[in-house]
């Protein structure tokens, strides 16, 4: 996802981790296939809000871009590649 794409994300919106490395897979015990509910951006303090399990929010910069995608372009891309396009 670029910055762009995640400066557009709405409240609820969901997303995935599409990759991890060390420092988010420790500090947040995130696995690639996670889902995110996405709250919102804080641009003053560059901290992105999302909802981990209904229960615990998660923090993060907005390096977060990297490593996240949107549910919906996950879905299409498997449904393509399902139908062999």
Same mark, same amino acid.
């Given at each position: 996802?670029?910055?762009?794409?995640?400066?557009?994300? #709405?409240?609820?919106?969901?997303?995935?981790?599409?990759? /991890?490395?060390?420092?988010?897979?420790?500090?947040? %015990?995130?696995r690639v296939g996670d889902e995110l509910l996405f709250i919102d951006?804080?641009?003053?303090?560059?901290? /992105? %809000?999302?909802? #981990?399990?209904?229960?615990?929010?998660? !923090?993060?910069?907005?390096?977060?871009? !990297?490593?996240?995608? #949107?549910?919906?372009?996950?879905? #299409?891309? %498997?449904?393509?590649?399902?139908?062999?396009?």
């Amino acid at each position: 996802m670029t910055l762009e794409e995640l400066m557009s994300l #709405r409240q609820g919106e969901l997303v995935f981790f599409i990759k /991890v490395d060390e420092r988010i897979c420790d500090f947040h %015990n995130h696995r690639v296939g996670d889902e995110l509910l996405f709250i919102d951006i804080d641009e003053v303090t560059q901290i /992105v %809000n999302f909802m #981990r399990n209904s229960t615990h929010i998660s !923090h993060f910069s907005y390096e977060i871009c !990297h490593y996240i995608e #949107r549910k919906i372009k996950i879905e #299409r891309e %498997n449904k393509l590649i399902s139908l062999g396009i």
